[in-house]
Structure formats: structure tokens, C-alpha cells
């Protein structure tokens, strides 16, 4: 599996166009009442899919992380307690098993590198390849690590015990992070959603309030206006939110 990849399922595909259509209806609604408006949001609308396979290959990639973290600890303790690197990544895939199901992408990949060095095909290159398939820095950085170690005939559990020790260092800050701003997460997601339920519930309870906003130039260009602002600020909060470690 090449993770920098994602293909859309059907079904996920036809989530993604619902919901960029429903999205250019009630902005259209909103913001101008207007047939022809929601003809214009349309395609914007069926942008969505690609926007949120962008946010699930976000997710599968941080699901990687997370469990990769698991994997190096698991594989560092079996050559630690003296396993050669083939028995230490069969070792590995037994314990990981146990914690991820079989459905675990750590899995998967640790299973794939036993069957193929069954072939005889070398670790080093199966990891080598690993890391150009993860899209990870940390998968990349540990496969280089493991090759040096692994030629220098050096004492590989505890290169690798510390290679894993500052890899998962670094992932506990990513998650640290996460756990810090997702309560602004939260928020973000909520004043997003503010000015269309403000807009909604004016109108169930005062109709014809906003009439003058949408039979007038001058009220279509203030809405206008609105919208652009409405749609920075979203841009600007969710950049504000992507933070990298």
C-alpha cells in the first residue's frame, strides 16, 4: 500500500457529493436565496470528496504513526531479549496482533516484511521500502537507522531501544499537541457552523427579517461580503490548527 495514496470508495464518493451539495444549497440559502447562487456554489460543492479524502489520508497517516510507535517498541524489547531480527519482526507481529487486530496497518506491513524474508529478501531493503511507502519522516529515518546499525554489527537492540525511545519522544509531543488544541479543534468546528444556525433560527423565529438582505444590490453585496469574510476566516482557522512537529 502506497500511504501517500488514498482512493475514494463509491460510497465515500457519493458521502462527499450529498454533502457538497447539501453544503452549496444551504450556503446558497443563507447568503443569497437564490436558484441561481446554489447553481453557482454547485461545483465548489462537489470539491468536498477531495477535501475530505485529504483530511482521511490525514487520519490514516496519523493511524500509521500511532501504531508504528507500538511497532519499534515491540520489535527494540524481542531484540533486547536476544531474538534474532527475523524471530524479533515474527515475535513482533504476534504481540501487535494481539493490540491492533489483524486489520492493523502495522500489521499488515510487519507481516509483509516476514513473508518476504522468508523469500530472501533483505530487511533492510523491505524497511528502505516501507519508509518511501509511509510518507513518514520517522518510518523513513528509522529504516536508514536500522540499515547502519544493522551493517555496522553493532548492538542493535540498543540502537534501536534509543532510536525508538527518541521516535516515540517525538510522537508523544505530536499527540500532546493534538490533545491540547482539540478543545479549539472543537470551537473551530462550532463558529463555523455559527452564522448558518444564527441565520436559520432568525428565521423561525422572526420570518421576513432578512428579506431586505436578499431583494436589494445593496443588501446581495453586503451578503456578498459577508461570505468572503466568513469563508477567510474558516481558511485562517484551519491553518492555524495545522501544527508540525
Known amino acids: 500500500m502506497n500511504y501517500e495514496v488514498y482512493r475514494l470508495s463509491a460510497g465515500e464518493w457519493l458521502g462527499g457529493v450529498s454533502a457538497g451539495a447539501g453544503l452549496a444549497a444551504l450556503t446558497a440559502y443563507v447568503f443569497y436565496r437564490n436558484l441561481v447562487a446554489f447553481l453557482i456554489f454547485l461545483p465548489f460543492g462537489a470539491c468536498v470528496p477531495l477535501i475530505m479524502k485529504k483530511r482521511w489520508k490525514k487520519k490514516r497517516l496519523e493511524r500509521l504513526s500511532a501504531e508504528f510507535k507500538e511497532g519499534i517498541r515491540v520489535l527494540s524489547a524481542s531484540l533486547r531479549a536476544g ?9 513482533s507481529v504476534e504481540e501487535l496482533t494481539a493490540l491492533f487486530g489483524e486489520d ?32 513518514l519522516e520517522d518510518v523513513k529515518n528509522f529504516a536508514e537507522i536500522f540499515q547502519l546499525a544493522k551493517r555496522s ?16 519522544d517525538k510522537m508523544q509531543v505530536q499527540e500532546d499537541i ?18 448558518y ?17 436578499y431583494t436589494t444590490e445593496a443588501g446581495r453585496i453586503i451578503m456578498t ?7 477567510a476566516a474558516v481558511a485562517v482557522s484551519w491553518k492555524i490548527l495545522e501544527i508540525e512537529v
Open 153 to 168: 554489527g553493532g548492538r542493535l537492540g540498543a540502537i534501536m531501544d534509543y532510536t525508538a525511545g527518541v521516535i516515540g
Open 83 to 91: 531474538y534474532s531480527v527475523e524471530n524479533a519482526f515474527r515475535a
Open 178 to 195: 493534538l490533545t491540547a488544541t482539540a478543545s479549539r479543534r472543537l470551537e473551530q468546528r462550532v463558529m463555523s457552523c455559527l452564522p
Open 104 to 135: 492493523g496497518l502495522i500489521v499488515r506491513e510487519f507481516s509483509y516484511i516476514v513473508s518476504q524474508m522468508s523469500l530472501n529478501r533483505p530487511v533492510e531493503s523491505l524497511l528502505a521500502d516501507f519508509g518511501r511507502r509511509s510518507g
Open 225 to 231: 461580503a459577508c461570505l468572503l469574510c466568513y469563508a
Open 197 to 213: 444556525a444564527i441565520v436559520l433560527y432568525v428565521d423561525m423565529t422572526s420570518p421576513g427579517f432578512f428579506d431586505v438582505m
